[in-house]
């Protein structure tokens, strides 16, 4: 792969995912739509390539494949330092903060106090606004914030906020915040004065670490009935160790959250998609629930062995809701728009198959009961994603540098959820690979450390014919 621009052809740099110019990147932040572009906004430490104090690092897209760097968008200030939470479009300028003629985007965010912190407090962390009327390209704070203090909890953060409406169209602002391990609702007529509705705190969801960066929206399920999905990240306690993304479906009626089924529900079975949220404020035309994840994990994000850089987003995907017998699960699909990626396309038949480009997608059809996917090349190196009976599993444990951590080798499995295996996609990029079962009933998030290209493709138990597109570098 010939990578024009000299910088993004360091060891490991993603292609085509999203990363951050220099430095570290955590979370997704703010994400929204707004007069023909996709915003995205990122937890980041300028100064460093580790987490430190943390500022909304920012880019645009038109096609949420290929993204423009933009300076940053918010920075510390004397409430603390700026912390994960989302943007909406104002489009009534329910604020004030814009005008009806040219609505602002606002930013609802949490500021973390680290000096506060230091001297023993527990109310450190308050959330703040900032609003935009420039589309985004420049953000002032609001005069008085922070706009909802802090009650006495330690951890209270993560605001993600959306307009809710009832059925008579009568709305306000919702905000879901992250509760040391709950989610509390508040509500709003103008974004800057919260009200508490309740909180949401089942004592079978999956707890052992702290909640953090939640997501409430509807859903449409395969019969056309909408549902009201919430998200929860949690670190640690995910299925296969660190950080992961819980979720449930149920119904929210303006104040209260409850989930249908009382079962715990993981987004991805890979170890590397966390703190994923959606797009707010996409067009109904389009009716996409855009999600993009932090493609890390806190058991080892600060040591990943890159260096002007550290950590690379997921592929956008768009949610829905599927039945598996009784049950209702999302599907993460990778979007439409990556097809643009494609370069070269051909039509593969055999067991082993010889590759020629680092970055790629396969497409297969899954006939067999068991089946097996391994990418490797000559000095040694592989990944191998295997179903053996019931059991579904992925192994890194030899697929390139592993050294910096004892976890990383670890086998990866995924429970059965009662799917009929049909289909596998797979994308390939310097440090990722993503699998998607079915078109995303079931997918496994992967980061990677390969020192040279894998150039050997081989499978067991799909169709005879396999699909292999290179794609190109968005950069
Ligand atoms: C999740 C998280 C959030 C917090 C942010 C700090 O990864 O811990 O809860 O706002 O990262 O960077």
Known sequence: QEVENEYYGEPFRSQYHFTPASNWMNDPNGMVYFEGEYHLFYQHHPDGNTWGPMHWGHAISADLVHWDHQPIAIFPDEHGTIFSGSAVADVNNTSGLGTKENPPLVAIFTY?????EKTGAIDFQTQGIAYSTDKGRTWEKYAKNPVLKNPGIKDFRDPKVDWYENEDGNGKWVMSLAVKDKISFYSSPNLIEWTFESDFEPDWAAYGGVWECPDLFKLK????????????????????GGSATQYFVGDFDGENFTAEEQEVKWLDYGTDNYAGVTWSNVPKEDGRRLFIGWMSNWEYANIVPTEVWRSAKTLPRSLELFH??????????????????????????????????????????????????????????????????????FD??????????????????????????????????????????????????????????????????????????????IW
Do not use: C, M
Request: glycine share 8%; net charge negative.
């Open 221 to 240: 399920n395969n019969d056309g009935e909408e549902k009201w999905v919430l998200f929860v990240s949690i670190n640690p306690g995910g299925p296969n």
């Open 396 to 473: 890194r444990s030899l697929s390139g540098k592993t050294d910096f951590n004892n976890e990383f080798k670890k086998l990866h499995t995924a429970p059965d959820l009662g799917l009929d295996f049909r289909s596998l996609s797979v994308f390939v990029d310097k440090s990722s690979i993503e699998f998607f079962f079915n078109g995303g009933e079931l997918v496994l998030t992967e980061i990677i450390f390969p020192e040279n290209p894998y150039t050997q493709l081989k499978t067991k138990g799909f169709g005879e014919v396999k699909k292999v597109h290179s794609l190109k570098s």
């Open 324 to 393: 598996s017998g009784e049950k209702q699960y999302i599907a993460s699909k990778p979007i439409e728009e990556i097809k643009k990626l494609r370069v070269d396309s051909k039509e593969v038949e055999g067991e082993s198959i010889d590759l020629s480009s680092e970055l790629l997608e396969i497409e297969l059809d899954i006939v067999g009961a068991d089946f097996e996917f391994e990418l490797s090349n000559a000095q040694g190196e592989q990944v191998i994603l295997k179903k053996e009976g019931n059991s579904l599993s």
């Open 112 to 116: 973390h106090d680290a000096d506060a």
